[in-house]
């Protein structure tokens, strides 16, 4: 049963995540990205924060500031970064190959931080998911009209989405799911809107296409990705949650056939296929974890359990 809702888990989270992208395709066909960014965030936070209170969740001030963190690092770093380098003019692919770089981050620092030690196996899955997403993506790779400073936007939300997945990991944080979405969603609509009210954007189209985006985003992406995240992320581990990212940009481009009919290059189909066996291979692998350092230190006749 655990292995089929870790399977079940897994195909939700890259499946509901790759359509984030399809939900900023749809919405900044009729406004800016942080316009549709503001009130995908105000809607879901409100959603959510009616849910708390509804069923009288209460966070303590350290909690909050432990989600604040993560919030920030994970959904505004993140999506600020990756949005707004694309709106700067960087490519699409350039942006999907930049953040494909993350698992390969996720597994270096999880060793030494986490204790989640990937073995040969995983380091050559890594590899090859990292190189069948350059092939996907190899139609959109190059420079765009970006000044050279707009790359250093996705590299640094890649950056921010790694480290907030390590440290969620390394604190294992007594809220639940529901709970840590709700805080972290929250302080991202009020950044969120206040990146688009500076801007001048916070004010939205009336066109129903918009709304129907917004929709899009705050269910499938909001709350289906995120929380399909959360839900991985505690079960599996950091290492595992993000080398299932590697599947979203092939799922990302089937989105796009499908809905805008957007053809494939030719190397993107040879490229799912390494996508595939590189992540096959890398949660195939068996990560050996470093023992517990209060279970090693423990005084002989003591219980053995480390402090809670």
């Known amino acids: 049963m655990d292995r089929r809702t870790d399977a079940a888990a897994g195909a939700a989270l890259v499946v509901l995540w790759s359509s984030g992208f399809i939900g900023a395709e749809l919405g900044t066909r009729y406004a800016p990205a942080d316009t549709l960014l503001a009130w995908r965030y105000v809607v879901a936070g409100a959603v959510l924060a009616g849910l708390a209170a509804a069923l009288g969740t209460r966070l303590r001030l350290r909690a909050l500031?432990?989600?604040?963190?993560?919030?920030?690092?994970?959904?505004?770093?993140?999506?600020?970064?990756?949005?707004?380098?694309?709106?700067?003019?960087?490519?699409?692919?350039?942006?999907?190959?930049?953040?494909?770089?993350?698992?390969l981050l996720v597994a270096i620092a999880a060793g030494p931080v986490l204790g989640e030690r990937t073995g040969p196996r995983g380091r050559v899955g890594l590899a090859l998911g990292l190189v069948g997403v350059g092939m996907v993506v190899a139609g959109d790779l190059?420079?765009?009209?970006?000044?050279?400073?707009?790359?250093?936007?996705?590299?640094?939300?890649?950056?921010?989405?790694?480290?907030?997945?390590?440290?969620?990991?390394?604190?294992?944080?007594?809220?639940?799911?529901?709970?840590?979405?709700?805080?972290?969603?929250?302080?991202?609509?009020?950044?969120?809107?206040?990146?688009?009210?500076?801007?001048?954007?916070l004010r939205p189209p009336a066109d129903p296409g918009f709304w129907w985006a917004v929709a899009w985003v705050v269910v499938l992406s909001s709350f289906g990705g995120y929380g399909a995240y959360l839900l991985v992320l505690r079960r599996s581990g950091a290492v595992r949650v993000s080398t299932l990212l590697y599947l979203t940009p092939p799922t990302t481009m089937l989105w796009a056939f499908v809905m805008f009919g957007e053809v494939p290059g030719p190397l993107a189909v040879p490229g799912v296929a390494v996508c595939a066996v590189g992540v096959a291979l890398a949660l195939g692998d068996r990560p050996s974890r470093a023992p517990d350092r209060d279970m090693v230190t423990a005084r002989p006749g003591s219980s053995g359990k480390p402090p809670s």
């Open 142 to 201: 190059g420079l765009g009209d970006a000044p050279w400073w707009a790359f250093l936007l996705p590299v640094g939300g890649m950056v921010a989405l790694t480290t907030g997945t390590v440290l969620e990991r390394r604190w294992r944080p007594a809220e639940s799911p529901l709970e840590s979405l709700t805080a972290q969603t929250v302080l991202a609509a009020g950044v969120f809107v206040a990146a688009a009210g500076v801007g001048g954007h």
């Open 65 to 103: 500031l432990r989600q604040g963190t993560l919030g920030l690092l994970c959904q505004c770093l993140y999506l600020g970064g990756v949005v707004t380098g694309v709106g700067l003019g960087v490519p699409a692919g350039t942006t999907a190959l930049i953040a494909s770089v993350q698992p």
